[in-house]
């Protein structure tokens, strides 16, 4: 697969993230090696292939409230092939990285694990548009979002990090509001914090030259799921520093139509009040630069906005296969009892 990128930046020439066009070399539509499978009854895999070949490793089932006031997950923790190699994370791509300017950073690494998933066997990359979005830390705490590429356009906020790294693969996502959507959900249980590459990335968070967690959106849970970096998440945890994160999501661009008539009424109300500012009416002052120029591109940006849309593969599994699985997993936990949560949607 062909992978081409640009850089994306807001109109105040802050970099953004990448915009990415993938491209099979054949102009097909194949299946990426980690991917979404929707079946029967809303009944959702995100499975990855095997290195070796045969039936793919599910790495979580996933179903929808028959309400659709939110979602079951069940975790699965088999260990599987890393999308991102660990070579293109190497003490010396690391050291590079770190003595960039902080404006620069980001926008480097987004690069590096671009052309690692491109090039990796375990990409969830296929055909089609896609962004990888820049969200940092808001002022050294732990609230994180990219901020707006325009103004009318979302400001993709990530939610519960601190609690991103469960060891329940049991889990619930309340779309009501009780629970946090936008949130982190981890792909494994957590590695110890003795483990040698936790923390060797607590040493790196220390000196401030910790890598990105990679995450994808995953618009059907209205959640987001580690990619790569559990441990470096986890290290950023223990020595309390706040980490950046890349957001890979397919997307599309919803066209957007001005309505004349009401542009042609905000221009005469704009021309009014200069006029009236002009002649030193009482009450009224000039409209600051900033608030008119807002006002102007609400009123006259035509320009589509980018949407997140999560793609998934049709199973032709039965319903009770999934269920099965399901079954079979948390009987292995000791919660058989919540079966009939997943099989009943409710």
Same mark, same amino acid.
């Given at each position: ?9 807001? /109109? ?29 009854? !809303?009944? =959702?895999?995100?499975?990855? /292939? @095997?290195?070796?070949?045969? %039936?793919?490793? +599910?790495?979580?089932? !996933? ?32 050291? @590079? ?35 990888? =979005? ?16 325009? $103004? ?36 494994? !249980? ?19 030259? $910790? ?6 959106? $995953? ?6 799921? =580690? ?29 957007? %139509? ?9 221009? !005469? ?17 000039? =409209? ?6 807002? +006002? ?13 849309? +999560? ?36």
């Amino acid at each position: 697969m062909s992978v081409y990128w640009k850089d994306i930046e807001t /109109d105040a020439g802050r970099w953004f993230g990448l915009a990415l066009e993938c491209r099979e070399d054949d102009g097909g539509h194949r299946k990426p090696a980690l991917r979404l499978e929707s079946g029967h009854n !809303a009944r =959702i895999r995100l499975v990855q /292939d @095997r290195a070796g070949g045969g %039936e793919p490793v +599910t790495r979580l089932w !996933a179903t929808p409230l028959g309400n659709y006031y939110g979602v079951l997950l069940l975790r699965s923790d088999a260990p599987v092939e890393p999308p991102v190699p660990a070579s293109a994370l190497d003490s010396a791509v690391v050291e @590079r990285h770190a003595a960039l300017p902080e404006p620069q950073r980001l926008a480097s690494w987004s690069r590096v694990f671009t052309q690692a998933l491109s090039d990796g066997p375990a990409s969830f990359l296929h055909a089609g548009m896609w962004m990888f =979005i820049g969200v940092r830390p808001r002022a050294d705490t732990w609230k994180f979002e990219a901020g707006k590429l325009r $103004l009318n356009h979302w400001n993709w906020p990530v939610n519960g990090v601190r609690d991103a790294l469960r060891d329940d693969p049991v889990l619930f996502i309340d779309w009501g509001g009780q629970y946090p959507i936008d949130q982190v959900l981890n792909l494994r !249980a957590p590695s110890s914090s003795d483990d040698g590459r936790v923390k060797w990335w607590r040493k790196k968070a220390r000196e401030g030259a $910790l890598p990105p967690i990679v995450l994808w959106r $995953l618009d059907c849970l209205q959640a987001y799921v =580690i990619v790569d970096g559990h441990d470096r998440l986890q290290a950023a945890l223990l020595e309390d520093r706040p980490p950046d994160f890349l957001v890979a999501c397919s997307a599309y661009e919803h066209p957007v %139509e001005r309505d004349p008539v009401s542009q042609q009424a905000m221009m !005469a109300s704009l021309q009014r009040h200069a006029s009236e500012v002009a002649a030193n009416m009482p009450g009224r002052k000039a =409209i600051a630069t900033d608030s008119l120029n807002s +006002t102007l591109i609400s009123a006259f940006d035509d320009r589509p906005i980018v949407m997140p849309r +999560t793609y998934a593969w049709a199973s032709r599994r039965p319903e009770s296969e999934w269920l099965a699985e399901v079954e079979a997993r948390l009987a292995a936990l000791g919660r058989s009892e919540l079966f009939w949560e997943f099989e009943a949607r409710r």
